[in-house]
Nanobody
């Protein structure tokens, strides 16, 4: 079992940056692909980014390509999401998720979820 705890959310002006971090418990972190999802008020949870078990493969939703970067440190059991050039439409609760073995863009395929961290981007 994996427990995930996100941190790093907050309020930032448009054009600013935030770095989200997700700390995972357990000794099998490296066997999980990791993902970031977000959910804005009144909207469904949507995929943001995913990273493979060894960090060699990443994939992003089109709206964040070139602005967000996902990374992981298997020695520290952490995954991060660096968010630059933030826009008001990036405002959402951001969730870290873990999936056994394979990356993916569909939320229902992920096995474990964090509690979420709020990101608010103001004009």
């Amino acid at each position: 079992q994996v427990q995930l705890v996100e941190s790093g959310g907050g309020l930032v002006e448009a054009g600013g940056s935030l770095r989200l971090s997700c700390a995972a418990s357990g000794r099998t972190f490296a066997s999980y692909a990791m993902g970031w999802f977000r959910q804005a008020p009144g909207k469904e949870r949507e995929f943001v980014a995913t990273i493979s078990r060894n960090g060699g493969t990443t994939y992003y939703t089109d709206s964040v390509k070139g602005r967000f970067t996902i990374s992981r440190d298997n020695a520290q059991n952490t995954v991060a999401l660096q968010m630059n050039s933030l826009k008001p439409e990036d405002t959402a609760v951001y969730y870290c998720a873990a999936r056994s073995w394979l990356t993916g863009t569909i939320a229902s395929l992920y096995d474990y979820w964090g509690q979420g961290t709020q990101v608010t981007v103001s004009l």
